[in-house]
């Protein structure tokens, strides 16, 4: 079956795509992402060969969470310091040499003639696509650079008008969600006649203090600085950007922020993105989880009776709505299926200690919901080992 999928009047032959990010660092590296089964890929940002990029290292720094290594990643790397004649080559190249893969140049500047200059050469050199960064939470702010712009609706609507004049391929911007609405944001792209829109780019963030030396990291040479933040942790935030925009605007939405697997994408999609972007998992697991990826979405759509992912677009949409229109009839009891409990106590202490003191532990050590203090909250779903062990059930 195929998993093609129309964006922004392109057909991409599967919803997946690289992020820009240090894993579309260089033509090579996303030439390597192509052999292995990626069809397109966002090109690590790049600007004209006025803005000099200076890096700073370390630039990457990881939130381990009890056992679980990398749960969030924050980075204050820049865009990229190649020149934009070295990336015009590369997407050249990689047009000639992966016909069938979507180039997407990822773009950022700092005056309308280096925005429109960019453009226009990313445009000639081949590029599919161009994706605007109004949206990195650290990135060269003293320029008027990124999040500078992706949050202020004028400077929005200006900047991506200026882009979408100076070429005929598509253009797409990618927000930030440091921002109190970012439908005021997505409305101001589609204003400027923008094709769409990427959500989102890193949450600013602090990922931590080292208790040893009580210094922020990453430490550059004893100092750091507030970083973009991405990973599982930031997927909540991406979701709820990516419904925002599905329900307020009409545009077209890559969805971006903390995807690993094929079930993360189909929810992007559920909320009404045509497309999905993945960085971390990558920089993590390396580009070989494509495989995965398209095998589990295939799978998954042929399960469903769906004729392509584009039968997947938008369907949870009508279901998210206000929280004072949720029912108030709607009285959930949790119920534990026995066979399957581990007799660790962790439901009876979280409500205990965090719920309603419906859970008690008899001598046998099997918690036992009591149905009268049950409220349904499901906190003990949720801290339950056991996936299925305890379920909300329709009070008898
Ligand atoms: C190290 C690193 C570098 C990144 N560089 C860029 C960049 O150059 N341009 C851009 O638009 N986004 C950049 N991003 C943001 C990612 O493209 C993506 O929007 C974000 O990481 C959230 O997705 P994820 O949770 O899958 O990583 C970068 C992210 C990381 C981790």
Redesign the pocket.
């Known amino acids: 079956m195929s998993l093609a999928i129309d964006f922004c009047g392109i057909r991409f032959p599967d919803p997946f795509t690289l992020?820009?990010?240090?894993a579309t660092g260089t033509g090579e590296m996303v030439e390597r992402a192509f052999d292995q089964g990626w069809t397109s890929a966002?090109l690590?940002?790049a600007a004209v060969e006025r803005e000099d990029v200076k890096l700073v290292y370390p630039?990457?720094a990881g939130l381990d969470h009890e056992d679980k290594r990398l749960f969030g990643?924050?980075?204050i790397?820049?865009?990229?310091d190649r020149k934009l004649k070295d990336w015009e080559t590369d997407i050249a190249r990689l047009r000639k040499r992966h016909p069938g893969c979507i180039v997407i140049s990822?773009m950022?500047a700092s005056s309308k003639e280096d925005w429109q200059e960019a453009a226009r050469r990313l445009e000639g050199a081949g590029a599919h696509l161009i994706?605007c960064?109004f949206?990195?939470p650290h990135?060269m702010p003293e320029r008027g650079m990124g999040a500078a712009i992706g949050q202020d609706p004028d400077l929005t609507e200006r900047t991506a008008t200026w882009v979408r004049e100076a070429v005929k391929i598509p253009v797409v911007i990618?927000l930030t969600p440091n921002v109190t609405d970012i439908v005021l944001i997505a409305r101001a792209v589609k204003r400027a006649g923008c094709a769409g829109v990427?959500a989102?780019?890193?949450v600013k963030g602090l990922i931590g203090v080292d208790v040893e030396t009580l210094r922020p990291i990453p430490s550059v040479a004893g100092y750091s600085t507030y970083g973009?933040y991405?990973?599982?942790a930031?997927?909540p935030v991406?979701l709820k950007c990516v419904a925002e925009i599905a329900k307020g605007v009409e545009t077209e939405i890559s969805g971006?922020?903390?995807?690993?697997t094929w079930r993360d994408a189909v929810e992007f999609l559920a909320v009404g993105a045509r497309n999905v972007?993945?960085?971390?998992?990558?920089?993590m697991w390396g580009y070989r989880i494509i495989e995965d990826l398209k095998e589990g979405l295939e799978f998954y759509i042929e399960g469903k009776g769906f004729a392509s992912p584009a039968d997947i677009v938008g369907r949870a949409l009508p279901y998210i709505t206000t929280h004072e229109s949720l029912s108030r009839d709607h009285k959930p009891v949790a119920e534990i299926d026995p066979s399957k409990c581990l007799k660790d106590d962790l439901c009876h202490i979280a409500c205990r200690d965090g719920g309603h003191q419906a859970i008690e532990v008899g001598e046998d050590r099997v918690p036992r919901v009591d149905a009268e203090k049950c409220v349904g909250c499901g906190l003990c779903t949720c801290v339950c080992p056991v996936k299925g062990c305890i379920a909300l059930k329709e009070r008898k």
């Open positions: 992020a820009a990010s240090p966002v690590k940002t630039m990457i990643m924050e980075n790397d820049l865009i990229s990822s950022m994706e960064s949206s990195c990135g990618k990427c989102i780019n890193t973009g991405s990973g599982a930031v997927k991406a971006v922020g903390g995807v690993y972007q993945l960085c971390t998992a990558v920089m």
